[in-house]
């Protein structure tokens, strides 16, 4: 509890020591900012709470496109308490906030979802790429953000994804740009974690994915790309979100973007899913 | 279609030399036999199928239980035909034989289930060991098996799988018997397939597991053990059927065991999920 603050909105003078205290402090509303470039180690996930009448094409839906939607945790319908390995919270206050959605449209975007809450909710836990950046930098691999920023920036493809009862849409991926001696060392490191959208879907050439002006991307900063750096796109947890809006479900919840679920257990030691 | 026949009952004088065209012989009664070890290298699959009111806790203990229950396939509701890379097949005739399970209890073993199909049914694939059995014998690790036996000794152990909703249950694992100096040798190659149930669940002492004798396995032949062997346990794609019949559920149909459905495609090409 002792490391300096980090910057970004709403935050207490100290940073959380473990995933417990961090959700802790955000159930009891003393931290509403993002989780993005904290607890490094820890596995943080992707949030989709759906309809019970929407599970089943959802689920499949994930099981379909493991890249973008590895499924790390579904809680049983109408319980928002999450359980796996040691963790066990409550998904209605954990995370700092939320995005939430009527019929396909964004409704509210609240620090606690309480008030949302339904009793045929079921809450999708999907990992998400932070897990394999520590990896990467511990071996060497530069990890490049724009300045103040602790997110990749994301571009929408053209690649369908696999279709799944009144789910679909195009593969979202995530960029880094990577000295070209190291790609393939970044491709060995980050499918290690199938958890964390494993190896990169596509190496270079941005047209190839319909991606006209790399210096553009859809969401997030813009990318930094230095001399002899090579792009390399690795499948994106916003892709399940261009999915939902189209189902017209009458509600959805997911994460604020950058404002994540984290769990008690670091990404090299994570239980099989639960 | 020039090899010999193997020995089995109901099987034409040929073995067919595609899966495409072993399909087409059992889709016209032609071929009624097990397809244990036809066709060597292609992808065999365990069928369940199940009324859409349980598809989202069945696909739910898949995900939770990936090691037996490893998901190749998933039909739409209601549609009998599978669609997975080039394989295009109708479930209701292009496996050689079924069971049929009505509140849980067995109630019909046919060759064809267009009588039993319903509009609701909606049919899973999922991995089998036969996946990985080519690539150990490839290997050097012998693959031991009792006389006129294609299938390994099955145990239902001790050990609990993950509930899922309705469905819960034992987790069931074949045992083959391999030479010390190979145990390391077989991880490595079966952990190759996530899809065949990938590494093994357990080496050695069957009374961790809860198996009492090992010479008295629950399902299937004998076990062969030679001087310097150890018991390697494999998860296996009986532990779902097993989890099935406490759920109640008004109708299910699987495969009979060894009679498999056979996809086009390779253990070693699979496409992702389908």
């Given at each position: 509890m002792t490391a300096p603050a980090p910057s970004g909105?709403?935050?207490?003078?100290d940073v959380p020591a473990t995933p417990a205290a961090l959700r802790r402090l955000v159930a009891d509303g003393r931290w509403t900012g993002p989780t993005a470039g904290l607890l490094d180690g820890y596995q943080q996930a992707n949030l989709v709470i759906v309809p019970r009448d929407l599970a089943f094409d959802f689920l499949l839906y994930c099981t379909r496109n493991p890249a973008p939607c590895p499924v790390l945790a579904v809680t049983e319908p109408g319980d928002p308490v999450v359980r796996l390995g040691t963790t066990v919270a409550d998904l209605r206050t954990d995370l700092p906030r939320y995005r939430v959605w009527h019929d396909g449209e964004l409704a509210a975007e609240p620090p606690d979802i309480t008030a949302h809450w339904r009793p045929d909710a079921v809450g999708f836990l999907l990992g998400c790429s932070h897990t394999f950046e520590g990896p990467l930098r511990a071996a060497g691999v530069p990890v490049r953000y724009a300045p103040e920023s602790a997110a990749p920036p994301v571009y929408v493809t053209d690649v369908a994804t696999r279709p799944a009862g009144r789910l679909s849409g195009p593969l979202v991926v995530s960029m880094r740009a990577i000295p070209a001696r190291l790609v393939a060392r970044a491709v060995e490191i980050t499918a290690r974690y199938p958890a964390g959208h494993?190896?990169?879907?596509h190496i270079g050439d941005p047209a190839a994915l319909g991606?006209?002006?790399?210096?553009?991307?859809?969401?997030g900063p813009s990318p930094v790309v230095e001399d002899g750096d090579v792009p390399v796109f690795w499948a994106c947890g916003v892709t399940p979100q261009l999915a939902?809006?189209?189902?017209?479900?009458?509600y959805a919840i997911t994460h604020y973007p950058g404002h994540m679920f984290v769990f008690d257990h670091t990404v090299d030691a994570g239980p099989a899913p639960g």
């Open positions: 909105d709403g935050l207490p003078g494993g190896a990169p879907v991606i006209a002006d790399l210096a553009r991307p859809d969401f939902l809006p189209a189902t017209r479900a009458p």
